[in-house]
Structure formats: structure tokens, C-alpha cells
């Protein structure tokens, strides 16, 4: 996948090769010489097509929003430089599970995306790796707690936007804290400044 290396247009690059990369492993059959076929239309026409196609289209807009995180090291505070990660993290969410619904209706295209995710040709570790990367930089400049777990943290942190997208799909906007309260009691309950800092 992206790795850090890359400037931003070439990580954007990668992250759409890989996304399609893995929309042709779904669509293959093994034992074919790798021969593409489409995959039975699941949730209505073309809803893995569309789910890829969105996926190609938002990942490397959010993956970029990550990586670009090492520019605020040592400025302004950590949990007002997360506010708006978790914000879009939470936006970034509810498109792409509103999308994955539908195409993931079918158990056939769970098991393949399962195959691809475990054969490494995917997975949460982008998304993770340059959020922890912050963490740990803010860290060693003493702006994060010591005994803060930064992989942890940034797992964490994605799992709670990730949380509020899943219930916000089923039950509504509207009910309970709105994107931007959700977003403001993830960063404030990571508890990740020094206490001297929180106070």
C-alpha cells in the first residue's frame, strides 16, 4: 500500500492501484490463470463496482488528511489537530460503509474481500500507521503522555469514528450526538496530552 516515502500524488496513486488491485482479485477465479469474471451482481447492479469505484475515489483523500498530520508536530495542541481528523475520519466512514452495505450483501463477495484483506493486499494498517506516527512524534516532544500506547490510541481513535458511522447508518441522523459532538468526546476521551497540558 502507501507508505511514507511517497509524496502525495504518488501515495494517491498507489492507493488507487491497490483498491483496484483488489477489485480484479474479487472478480477472478482461482485456478483460471487469473482470467477476470465478473462476480454475480449483489445489491442491485454494479454495487461492488460502485463500492470500489467510491473507495478508489475517497481512500487516497482520506489516507492524505492522515500522512499530512507530521506537518502539525509541535504546533498548536494534539487534541485540537485530531478534532478534525476524527471529524472526517467520521464523514469518511459512513460514505464508504453506506457504499460497502449493499455490495457486501453477498456471501461470496465477503469471503473474497476476506481473502484479499488477509493476502495483504489490504486492510486497517494504512490508516493506523501514519495516525500513530503522529502520536509517537508528538510523544518524544512531550506533548503526549508517556505512557500513551500511540498504535493503541490511533486504532482506537479510528474505531470510535468508525462506531458512530456504523450506528448513524442504522438508526439515522439525528439521534444521539451529532459528527461533530462524536468527534470532540473521541479526541477529549483519548485522554492523550499530559495532565498538565488537559488542565
Known amino acids: 500500500m502507501a507508505t511514507p516515502s511517497l509524496d502525495p500524488y504518488q501515495r494517491a496513486q498507489e492507493t488507487r492501484r491497490s483498491v483496484l488491485e ?5 472478480k477472478r477465479e482461482d485456478g483460471d490463470d487469473a ?3 465478473r462476480l454475480p451482481p449483489v445489491g442491485g447492479s454494479g454495487a461492488v463496482d460502485r463500492y470500489f469505484a467510491l473507495l478508489q475515489d475517497r481512500l487516497p ?19 485540537d489537530n485530531l ?8 464523514d469518511y466512514y459512513v460514505e464508504t460503509l453506506s457504499a460497502a452495505l449493499p ?8 469471503v473474497r474481500f476476506r481473502e484479499a484483506v488477509r493476502g495483504g493486499r489490504f486492510g486497517p494498517m494504512p490508516e493506523i500507521v501514519p ?3 503522529y502520536l509517537a512524534a508528538e510523544q518524544r516532544a512531550g506533548r503526549v503522555a508517556a505512557g500513551v500506547d500511540p498504535t493503541a490510541s490511533a486504532r482506537l ?3 470510535a469514528c468508525f462506531q458512530h458511522a456504523y ?33
Open 61 to 79: 483523500v482520506w489516507l492524505h488528511i492522515l500522512h499530512n498530520l507530521d506537518h502539525l508536530v509541535g504546533k498548536g495542541r494534539v487534541s
Open 167 to 199: 450506528f448513524e447508518l442504522f438508526t439515522g441522523g439525528g439521534f444521539g450526538p451529532s459528527r461533530d459532538e462524536w468527534a470532540e468526546e473521541i479526541v477529549r476521551e483519548l485522554r492523550l496530552e499530559p495532565a498538565a497540558q488537559r488542565a
Open 35 to 37: 482470467t477476470v469474471r
Open 131 to 133: 495516525l500513530a506516527e
Open 103 to 110: 455490495a457486501f450483501s453477498s456471501p461470496t463477495v465477503t
Open 83 to 90: 478534532l478534525p481528523i476524527a471529524r472526517a475520519g467520521i
Open 22 to 26: 483488489m477489485a480484479v482479485f474479487m
Open 157 to 159: 481513535m479510528l474505531a
